[in-house]
């Protein structure tokens, strides 16, 4: 019996060793080291959605600890490995929020850095990037971290150069190659080195498209030739080894060598694959696409120009300089008679066309007066070749242009005189207290012809309350809709609905339009500093979606354009 008593109590002595060595592992895993927790996620690939649940251990920690900086540092591996755009964006601006609340310049500019690159690389937004890169660059101008001012200035000079402005952003990139070239000289750890030696390579290269961009080809040839003597790691740097190589398929098919070049862009085109570089790729693709043009081989070169065309409709990368790769499509179309291709590629083209003006707006008109350059010199080109020009061709060439110039003169002409009594009538209505009135949303209310279920009193009164409405600017109110304004003037949407069609003698959607437009025009003829506004932030100020739906409303009411009322306001002031 006592020896049954002793093998129970051993027993509870091992159970209750195991239970206590639990509560130490488990309060050991509580108290683990960020080092440790970052450990558990490192291994994991970017976008790889399985590393999150130690993420969240990470930010947990930092919560519970109040430690502001590894919580900004947790909320960027939450960005690192979320697949989905929104939260990525999300964890950013948890970023933003906690840099700002510690007001650490370093950790703001890295915050806002990190919110421009997920609207660069992954929303395709660039402006708004733009405008993330001002404010990191903002807060970075006084920072000893020259690491983090050199990388502020890299992105901003990224956005610059693909928005256009390619001289301001070659000072950028100027000034970050020189930064990391030094660094490169300098006794630093490894892993120092090669972030210093990608940030040189970057750019280097990024610097040489600015001056190809500027027509500085002599420059542009230097830096990439300097960039493929450096770079004897192509293991580590594989992804600026390809732009390189791209850089000098794209330099020897200036010159003529096509042969060469396309050993170089298949040698770029590899690496970019396999390392998913899809926007370099697609630009590696026309411009394959284009020295198999020049080559004689259409079949090989269309491939290719479809290639960019797949890529495109994957991620819709557009840039100037692919676009022409859908003007090559569409001719081969129009000689293969392949009227099912070709509406396919002038509907992709009038796509990019749109990214292009969206994103382009200091190139749109630009890269359509290059095109028209290049079909007429080619046109002329055919013409050599079959015959001389006499003089009386010319003299008619002559001619004709003069009698365009002339039409083009007249039409300007007349549609600047009709624009001109469209603001003047506008201009008079809104001036003259009558007019106006008989411009005003609610016209007088006659009570005597009612002969339906609606009593006199109750159409008053919602009368009454609709000039309150009108009154109190509660139209503004965006997404604004018949029963929450039915709500407003205590009705409902039966009663309210009935008076707008028959009294007001408008639908609801056309009374808030009016009412919107008559608001706005208001406050761009009495107050200047509209006049200076986009449209999409007079289309905000008077609670419309977007400048497409206020630009067809404005039209619509005031029977102009309210870019051109803009202008005709704009030099009236000026006269006066």
Request: net charge positive; glycine share 4%; charged share 30%.
């Given at each position: 019996m006592r020896s049954d008593n002793k093998i129970v109590l051993i027993l509870f002595n091992l159970l209750l060793l195991f239970v206590q060595?639990?509560?130490?592992?488990?309060?050991?895993?509580?108290?683990?080291?960020?080092?440790?927790?970052s450990g558990l996620f490192d291994a994991y690939s970017e976008n790889d959605e399985r590393a999150l649940k130690y993420v969240k251990l990470y930010i947990d920690k930092a919560k519970r600890e109040r430690n502001f900086r590894e919580l900004i540092s947790g909320y960027e591996e939450?960005?690192?490995?979320?697949?989905?755009?929104?939260?990525k964006l999300s964890y950013a601006d948890s970023a933003v929020i906690i840099a700002l609340q510690i007001h650490d310049p370093d950790q703001i500019s890295r915050a806002y850095l990190g919110k421009g690159i997920i609207y660069y690389y992954n929303r395709r937004q660039y402006k708004q990037a733009l405008e993330q890169y001002l404010l990191a660059f903002k807060f970075s101008k006084d920072t000893n971290d020259d690491y983090l001012k050199n990388k502020v200035t890299y992105h901003l000079g990224m956005v610059k150069s693909y928005l256009g402005y390619y001289k301001e952003a070659a000072e950028h990139f100027e000034e970050t190659a020189a930064y990391f070239e030094r660094k490169i000289k300098e006794n630093l750890h490894p892993n120092l080195k090669l972030n210093n030696e990608t940030g040189y390579f970057n750019s280097i290269y990024r610097l040489?498209?600015?001056?190809?961009?500027?027509?500085?080809?002599?420059k542009e040839d230097s830096l990439i030739n300097i960039g493929l003597e450096r770079l004897y790691n192509t293991e580590q740097h594989s992804t600026e080894y390809a732009y390189f190589q791209k850089g000098k398929g794209i330099q020897l098919l200036r010159a003529g060598k096509t042969e060469e070049a396309l050993k170089h862009f298949n040698l770029s085109q590899d690496i970019l694959y396999n390392n998913q570089d899809y926007g370099s790729l697609t630009i590696v693709y026309y411009y394959m696409g284009k020295a198999y043009w020049v080559e004689g081989d259409k079949a090989e070169s269309i491939r290719y120009f479809n290639k960019v065309d797949s890529l495109v409709s994957k991620f819709w990368f557009v840039t100037p300089e692919i676009r022409s790769g859908y003007e090559y499509l569409i001719n081969d179309t129009k000689r293969s008679r392949n009227a099912e291709k070709q509406l396919y590629y002038t509907d992709q083209l009038l796509k990019a066309d749109s990214i292009i003006n969206a994103d382009f707006a200091m190139?749109?008109?630009?890269?359509?007066?290059?095109?028209?350059?290049?079909?007429?010199?080619?046109?002329?080109?055919?013409?050599?070749?079959?015959?001389?020009?006499?003089?009386?061709?010319?003299?008619?060439?002559?001619?004709?242009?003069?009698?365009i110039l002339y039409f083009l003169f007249w039409k300007f002409r007349k549609r600047e005189k009709q624009l001109t009594i469209k603001y003047q009538n506008l201009l008079e209505r809104f001036n003259n207290p009558q007019a106006n009135e008989e411009f005003s949303a609610v016209t007088p209310l006659v009570l005597s012809d009612e002969k339906n279920i609606y009593s006199p009193e109750l159409i008053a009164e919602i009368m009454e309350n609709l000039k309150l409405f009108e009154k109190k600017k509660q139209f503004l109110k965006k997404n604004i809709t018949l029963p929450a304004v039915a709500k407003q003037i205590h009705t409902n949407r039966t009663h309210l609905s009935y008076v707008l069609n028959e009294h007001i003698k408008l639908s609801f959607s056309n009374y808030i339009k009016l009412l919107r437009i008559k608001y706005i025009t208001n406050l761009l003829l009495e107050n200047s500093k509209y006049l200076n506004y986009s449209i999409d932030s007079l289309a905000e100020e008077c609670g419309m979606a977007n400048r497409q739906v206020f630009s067809l409303h404005f039209l619509d009411i005031n029977g102009i354009r309210p870019v051109d009322f803009i202008r005709k306001r704009k030099e009236e002031l000026e006269r006066s």
């Amino acid at each position: 019996m006592r020896s049954d008593n002793k093998i129970v109590l051993i027993l509870f002595n091992l159970l209750l060793l195991f239970v206590q060595g639990q509560k130490r592992q488990n309060t050991s895993d509580e108290e683990a080291s960020y080092k440790k927790l970052s450990g558990l996620f490192d291994a994991y690939s970017e976008n790889d959605e399985r590393a999150l649940k130690y993420v969240k251990l990470y930010i947990d920690k930092a919560k519970r600890e109040r430690n502001f900086r590894e919580l900004i540092s947790g909320y960027e591996e939450a960005i690192y490995y979320n697949k989905e755009i929104n939260r990525k964006l999300s964890y950013a601006d948890s970023a933003v929020i906690i840099a700002l609340q510690i007001h650490d310049p370093d950790q703001i500019s890295r915050a806002y850095l990190g919110k421009g690159i997920i609207y660069y690389y992954n929303r395709r937004q660039y402006k708004q990037a733009l405008e993330q890169y001002l404010l990191a660059f903002k807060f970075s101008k006084d920072t000893n971290d020259d690491y983090l001012k050199n990388k502020v200035t890299y992105h901003l000079g990224m956005v610059k150069s693909y928005l256009g402005y390619y001289k301001e952003a070659a000072e950028h990139f100027e000034e970050t190659a020189a930064y990391f070239e030094r660094k490169i000289k300098e006794n630093l750890h490894p892993n120092l080195k090669l972030n210093n030696e990608t940030g040189y390579f970057n750019s280097i290269y990024r610097l040489s498209t600015c001056y190809r961009n500027l027509q500085l080809f002599g420059k542009e040839d230097s830096l990439i030739n300097i960039g493929l003597e450096r770079l004897y790691n192509t293991e580590q740097h594989s992804t600026e080894y390809a732009y390189f190589q791209k850089g000098k398929g794209i330099q020897l098919l200036r010159a003529g060598k096509t042969e060469e070049a396309l050993k170089h862009f298949n040698l770029s085109q590899d690496i970019l694959y396999n390392n998913q570089d899809y926007g370099s790729l697609t630009i590696v693709y026309y411009y394959m696409g284009k020295a198999y043009w020049v080559e004689g081989d259409k079949a090989e070169s269309i491939r290719y120009f479809n290639k960019v065309d797949s890529l495109v409709s994957k991620f819709w990368f557009v840039t100037p300089e692919i676009r022409s790769g859908y003007e090559y499509l569409i001719n081969d179309t129009k000689r293969s008679r392949n009227a099912e291709k070709q509406l396919y590629y002038t509907d992709q083209l009038l796509k990019a066309d749109s990214i292009i003006n969206a994103d382009f707006a200091m190139l749109s008109s630009k890269i359509h007066r290059e095109y028209d350059t290049y079909t007429l010199l080619q046109e002329k080109d055919q013409l050599k070749r079959k015959h001389r020009y006499s003089i009386i061709v010319l003299c008619f060439s002559i001619g004709m242009a003069l009698i365009i110039l002339y039409f083009l003169f007249w039409k300007f002409r007349k549609r600047e005189k009709q624009l001109t009594i469209k603001y003047q009538n506008l201009l008079e209505r809104f001036n003259n207290p009558q007019a106006n009135e008989e411009f005003s949303a609610v016209t007088p209310l006659v009570l005597s012809d009612e002969k339906n279920i609606y009593s006199p009193e109750l159409i008053a009164e919602i009368m009454e309350n609709l000039k309150l409405f009108e009154k109190k600017k509660q139209f503004l109110k965006k997404n604004i809709t018949l029963p929450a304004v039915a709500k407003q003037i205590h009705t409902n949407r039966t009663h309210l609905s009935y008076v707008l069609n028959e009294h007001i003698k408008l639908s609801f959607s056309n009374y808030i339009k009016l009412l919107r437009i008559k608001y706005i025009t208001n406050l761009l003829l009495e107050n200047s500093k509209y006049l200076n506004y986009s449209i999409d932030s007079l289309a905000e100020e008077c609670g419309m979606a977007n400048r497409q739906v206020f630009s067809l409303h404005f039209l619509d009411i005031n029977g102009i354009r309210p870019v051109d009322f803009i202008r005709k306001r704009k030099e009236e002031l000026e006269r006066s």
